[in-house]
């Protein structure tokens, strides 16, 4: 389904917002590994924001700390009610966004038939 145009500027806006908070304040929650906010997505009236998170770790733990995320996620809630203006703060739902695994997946596979 097509997002209206304030759900996309929503949709960015927490993107923005939660991707400086992984970076600066929200290391502990994430154990000092690399997260990024790879997509937002608004419900339409804006009150559920679903979260796809993209862990980058070499030691396999990104299941572990997305359920930590999942875990307290009432932070996330908080950060977002202080930095983005909206009526309401939405219910966050967080996912764990695994595209990168896939394309390597499939980029692995390739790599093993051309040779």
Same mark, same amino acid.
């Given at each position: 389904? &097509?997002?209206?145009? @304030? =759900?996309?500027?929503?949709?960015?806006? %927490?993107? =923005?917002?939660? +991707?400086?908070?992984?970076? =600066?304040? +929200?290391?502990? !929650?994430?154990?000092?590994? *690399? #997260?990024?906010?790879?997509?937002?997505?608004?419900?339409?009236? *804006?009150? /559920? #924001?679903?979260?796809? %998170?993209? %862990?980058?770790?070499?030691?396999? !733990?990104?299941?572990? %700390?997305?359920?930590?995320?999942?875990?307290?996620?009432? =932070? !996330?809630?908080?950060?977002?009610? &202080? /930095?983005? @203006? *909206? $009526?309401?703060?939405?219910?966050? @739902?967080?996912?764990?966004?695994?595209?990168?695994?896939? #394309?390597? $997946?499939?980029?692995?596979?390739?790599?093993? !038939?051309?040779?």
């Amino acid at each position: 389904m &097509q997002q209206s145009k @304030r =759900q996309r500027q929503v949709s960015s806006e %927490i993107k =923005q917002v939660l +991707g400086e908070y992984f970076l =600066q304040d +929200g290391k502990a !929650l994430v154990n000092k590994v *690399l #997260a990024s906010v790879s997509r937002v997505e608004m419900s339409p009236d *804006l009150r /559920n #924001a679903k979260i796809y %998170i993209s %862990i980058y770790d070499e030691n396999d !733990l990104a299941d572990e %700390i997305i359920q930590h995320i999942q875990e307290n996620v009432k =932070q !996330l809630r908080h950060y977002i009610a &202080q /930095n983005v @203006r *909206l $009526r309401y703060t939405p219910q966050i @739902r967080i996912i764990k966004d695994d595209s990168m695994e896939y #394309a390597d $997946r499939i980029n692995k596979i390739l790599r093993d !038939l051309g040779e």
